[in-house]
């Protein structure tokens, strides 16, 4: 089998903070970790702000902030998410040298021009992990042809373990997004040492 490209992996944040994040969090980016999402629906202005507070700013350029997108005004973060309700903010958002993201749901989407953002996610590519229920939505034949005609990189969301990354990188994804199997894991740190083998 030909050797294939790099494939980037990016770390979601838990919805809800949990006892010792901030440290695991430190120590994921200590390791290497290049993006992590910072997705916390329902923190205030303030609780953002002292997240981002606790973590070391020569890696705050690592961070995708998901709400309170202001804040990129204050830190230097690497970039903004939109999921999809908010995508038409993007147009009145100062992009300057941020990366933009977004999130999709259906195939038809990536087909369609995107020029504000530099990626995005579709989901659920695979049976979620952390959202009971949340069931794999596409054919993998679909995928792979959707994927090549895709106007933006790629990355694949939903259920991404290290039992599937393989597949994730053979339909043509640009990266694989991870959550449910990181953070619920017993050994959070040498998964995530594992999937970050698996994708180098």
């Known amino acids: 089998m030909p050797h294939l490209p790099y ?3 990016i770390l979601i944040t838990t919805p809800v903070p949990f006892a010792g994040e901030i440290p695991l969090v430190c120590q994921l980016l200590e390791l290497g970790l290049e993006t992590l999402h910072v997705r916390k629906p329902g923190f205030s202005y303030r609780e953002m702000r002292d997240y981002l507070n606790e973590i070391p700013l ?12 202001e804040l990129a005004q204050e830190y230097q973060v690497k ?3 939109f999921p999809e309700a908010a995508r038409t903010g993007t147009a009145n958002m100062p992009k300057q040298q941020l990366l933009f993201s977004t999130s999709f749901h259906t195939l038809e989407e990536l087909q369609q021009p995107q020029p504000l953002f530099d990626y995005a996610f579709l989901s659920p590519i695979f049976n979620s992990i952390s959202k009971e229920g949340y069931q794999a939505a ?3 034949a679909d995928l792979e042809h959707a994927l090549q005609c895709a ?3 790629v990355v694949a969301l939903g259920g991404v373990s290290m039992d599937n990354l393989a597949v994730v990188r053979e339909m043509g994804f640009a990266g694989a997004a991870v959550l449910g199997a ?3 894991a017993v050994e959070p740190v040498r998964v995530f040492e594992e999937l970050q083998r698996q994708t180098a």
């Open 7 to 9: 494939m980037k992996l």
């Open 58 to 69: 020569p890696y705050h350029r690592r961070l995708m902030l998901h709400s309170h997108h």
């Open 79 to 81: 970039g903004l998410h």
């Open 138 to 140: 596409f054919a993998t």
């Open 151 to 153: 106007k933006l990189p």
């Open 182 to 184: 990181v953070w619920q």
